[in-house]
């Protein structure tokens, strides 16, 4: 199974850009790329994913390795209300998502 | 209804007592998917519905889980005799229709948080 590693934690500046790092070396060809983030004592949100190319959306936006062994989620214009816990996932099956740890990000005033 | 929604949202229990915990999926998708999330950790995948095809039960802990999906929409997560480890918070998903290789986007419930004291 394609696992994913990232950072324990993060701090951002408020207003300015978030980077999140995800490394999945072992990811396969057919495996998508999937960010999720969770706000305290909320469900999982859906933000953003992606198969070979970069992806765009009004939440975020996604940057895949040529080599799709690593990706990064950038948040453009950091809030606090971005303080959550984000989840890079590597789709093994189709039937479920595997979470990791993810990493926890702390937008600061 | 605009998103998954569950029930209850908080849940407090005694030892050796079932629950029942409810998910409604988001109108038309066929695929729901139940998660168990302990303090501080990430999810556990516990059980996926597709349609009618028979439910992939790989990640109940144990027997006294179960789950049923009644009429391809409405689902029901019953956990018996409850133990103390089983407190976490549920939560449950939905996506369209799943198909190799497209990477469905599911999408979270808030959870229903329980407690076994």
């Known amino acids: 199974d394609a696992k994913t590693t990232q950072p324990t934690s993060m701090d951002c500046a408020e207003g300015r850009a978030a980077n999140l790092p995800c490394n999945h070396s072992?990811?396969?060809?057919?495996?998508?790329v999937y960010w999720y983030r969770q706000i305290h004592s909320q469900g999982p949100q859906y933000i953003i994913h992606?198969?070979?190319n970069n992806e765009t959306n009004e939440m975020a936006s996604l940057i895949i390795t040529e080599d799709r062994k690593s990706s990064t989620l950038i948040l453009p214009h950091a809030t606090l209300r971005d303080t959550a816990v984000y989840y890079c996932i590597v789709r093994v099956y189709d039937n479920d998502m595997r979470f990791g740890a993810g990493t926890r990000l702390t937008v600061k005033p | 209804g605009a998103g998954v929604s569950q029930s209850p949202s908080n849940k407090v229990t005694e030892k050796g007592k079932d629950v029942e915990l409810r998910c409604d999926p988001i109108s038309g998708h066929t695929a729901l998917y139940w998660y168990r999330q302990s303090l501080g950790q990430g999810l556990e995948f516990l059980i996926y519905f597709q349609g009618n095809s028979a439910p992939d039960k790989s990640g109940l802990p144990s027997d006294r889980f179960s789950a049923e999906r009644t009429g391809g929409s409405v689902s029901t997560l019953t956990i018996q005799r409850t133990q103390q480890e089983d407190s976490a918070v549920y939560l449950c998903?939905?996506?369209?229709?799943?198909?190799?290789?497209?990477?469905?986007?599911?999408?979270f419930g808030p959870g229903t948080r329980l407690l076994v004291l």
């Open positions: 998903a939905s996506s369209l229709v799943v198909t190799s290789g497209r990477g469905e986007t599911q999408y």
């Open positions: 992606g198969l070979k």
């Open positions: 072992t990811i396969s060809g057919n495996e998508y």
